[in-house]
């Protein structure tokens, strides 16, 4: 039984976190722009990176960390400048806020995973990063506090911070999960333009952590989607360091069953809340394909429509425009036919189908606009030729996702 | 010698047009919303249509009278009303507008072509439809003011009308091209969401005609995208009487070069029209890519950066974010070397080079912003594998693309 909890990533045993402001995001004197995550114990790690061709340096550093097989006690992040595009000086920031870390932290600078997020192209300030290592690492605490610290210093143009922690039963010893997201702008599929960072206390190998972390973003960060672009930063790194005392997880058995389905809990959680505090956003749109042939077929039409401007556009102003989303599947690249698909829209103010058979049905205006006036709105598209279904998160698109973009830099 | 005249598609020697208001277009009083075009001697015609697996009536009309091999006499075009996911009944009004087309100016039904644009879902008023092509026979005139009427009458959200006409000699003769399009929302590559018709005297074959056109909207209508939706709609039709009297074209000689250099300068000059009147946009955005490996690549890399919410929104901001335009380059799907991708911005202003080999130039940010706050602004990435270019035409995204389009149907 997965139990959702108070707290974040300093939930599960052994972890301790912090935040701070140095100074990394100029002219915005308030926000924090620094955090650190600890272990006491060191940690099996496992992560997803972006599919960008143009990866940021961070993401290079961390993919070799990870690959080493090297155990893992530490991640520094800093908002406010990516360290992207920013060739071979900015590899050697990477490697040097793992040594800072490792020093302060009295570890070993190979078990140090780093992420950055903000303007691209800009180099670090690293007498900032140095000075906010060694403030932290005094600073570091278990408390929900000391959490919401972190995750509100992971934060670029996120509205709020964004954790979660759940509990379930493995072995018959209490296991904790705790996550830390930032999403907002630049926001995709392959992966989110995303930073998450998720913890764990219970015993697992390194292997089956990593299959436990790759095979459940296909359908939760994967799925979420703001503006259609995907950054150079996405990063989901996953870290467990044992203390739960369960027996080592090592193949796909009941235990790693249940480690999944509350790792799930976590990660669905916080797809919906990237999703839903894309930039400038006033709703969580939430796309439903049901019945397609194959699942990539659902994957690309529920993408699709999801990352269609026009039908966010129509979802901002509550305007039932199911043409557009029939729009976007036939532009998808995905096969099907048009002319049996139903189209639902649906929210907490009820259920109502708008087109059967690729023909709008005689349904209510006013009933339609006010389901699309609730804070989450789910289209859902039955396509009627199997049983494969998918769900996508995004939001909708207003004027304040161009204003935000505009000058993001100034 | 392709020289640009005054006019539109009444420029070419036997073809008239005229356009006017049937109240389609509820709630906007003064907007015409219907319009002819005519050839007093049947034309050879040619077309392409969107690949949107969802195809509106018009679309699937249109694309059966040319595959018939019926010479054509008229088109006939609606605004306000899209006729598509209209089902069998929405076909059976094509057929309608066909005949009724076909009585008033008293030729075969078979060599109509119609086509709609508008709010997706809804019927055609055939009333109103019927009433209007019954009033615009007896209208249809061959001066400039008359083919404005006509490429007014086709406007939805478009802020002007958009047409010209072109001359040039093939084989001793006057040649003439006229053209109008609308554009505006829902503009994107293959094929732009947009109508196009070309009309010329010129004397061709119905095989080197749509050869013509096939091959010329892969390097034209083909790159516009203004908001990547792809739509039901597009249709670009090209419609040559042969009245300038030359020896009809049959093969890629040197008479067909000539028709397709005038003909290209017809469509360039659309497609950057269409792209510049994007739905709210305050600039033409041109990007192209040099020296790619493959002319495949060098399409995907543009549009890519053309299609990006966020490049065109820091477009809008005349902001130099170059890590946006490497960063949707990276998700573009083609593989290449960031580390050697010379990024340039250019415009009447100047031109500047932001980014050299991957990394940032030390560039003055006032000369990019004065740079980037011209109308038409280009950006170049130079990706140093090859010898392949394209260029893509888009515009950036502001407040007012939103706010037209989150309540298009009120």
């Known amino acids: 039984m997965v139990e959702i909890i108070t707290g974040g990533i300093t939930a599960p045993k ?11 995001k100029e002219g915005q004197s308030t926000k924090k722009d620094m955090a650190m995550v600890y272990s006491e114990r060191p940690c099996k790690a496992a992560g997803t990176f972006t599919t960008n061709v143009v990866k940021a340096a961070p993401v290079k550093f961390d993919r070799q960390v990870i690959d080493s097989n090297e155990e893992v006690c530490a991640i520094v992040v800093n908002s406010g400048v990516a360290n992207a595009c920013t060739g071979s000086e900015g590899m050697s920031y990477c490697e040097e806020m793992a040594k800072t870390t490792a ?36 600073k570091l605490g278990t408390s929900f506090e000391d959490a919401t610290l972190a995750a509100e210093a992971i934060m670029t143009t996120d509205t709020h911070s964004k954790q979660i922690a759940v509990k379930t039963t493995i072995d018959g010893k209490e296991v904790t999960i705790g996550g830390m997201c930032k999403g907002s702008g630049m926001i995709h599929i392959n992966m989110c333009t995303m930073l998450g960072f998720i913890t764990t206390d219970v015993a697992i190998s390194k ?12 359908d939760t960060f994967n799925m979420v989607s703001v503006d259609g672009d995907t950054s150079t930063n996405d990063t989901v790194l996953l870290l467990a360091n044992g203390l739960a005392g369960n027996k080592e997880i090592t193949e796909e058995n009941e235990d790693y069953i249940e480690f999944t389905k509350a790792l799930n809990t976590v990660t669905t959680f916080l797809s919906r809340q990237i999703a ?6 006033t ?10 042939a194959t699942k990539e077929k659902a994957v690309t039409l529920s993408k699709s429509i ?17 043409g557009r989303i029939l729009c976007a599947m036939g532009y998808s690249g ?52 199997g049983s494969q279904c998918a769900t996508a998160w995004g939001c909708d698109l207003t004027y ?9 830099r100034s």
């Open 14 to 24: 052994g972890y301790s976190a912090t935040g701070l402001r140095v100074g990394i």
């Open 103 to 138: 020093n302060v932290l009295n570890i070993s600078e190979k078990g140090v995973l780093v992420a950055s997020t903000g303007v691209i192209g800009k180099q670090l300030p690293m007498d900032k990063i140095n000075e906010g290592i060694k403030l932290m690492a005094p």
């Open 207 to 218: 292997k089956m952590l990593q299959k436990a972390l790759s095979d459940d973003i296909v």
């Open 276 to 281: 839903g505090d894309g930039e400038g956003c």
């Open 283 to 292: 709703a969580l749109f939430e796309v439903k394909v049901l019945n397609a």
């Open 306 to 322: 999801v990352t269609s401007s026009l039908t966010k556009a129509a979802i901002y102003g509550h305007d039932a425009n199911w």
């Open 334 to 385: 995905a096969e099907f036919d048009p002319e049996v698909v139903d189209i639902y829209f649906e929210s907490a103010a009820g259920k109502i189908k708008i087109v059967e058979n690729g023909v709008a049905t005689d349904y209510s205006e006013e009933e339609a606009t006010k389901i699309l006036s609730e804070s989450e709105v789910t289209a859902i598209a039955d396509i009627k030729e």
């Open 400 to 408: 304040d996702y161009v204003k935000i973009n505009a000058d993001y």
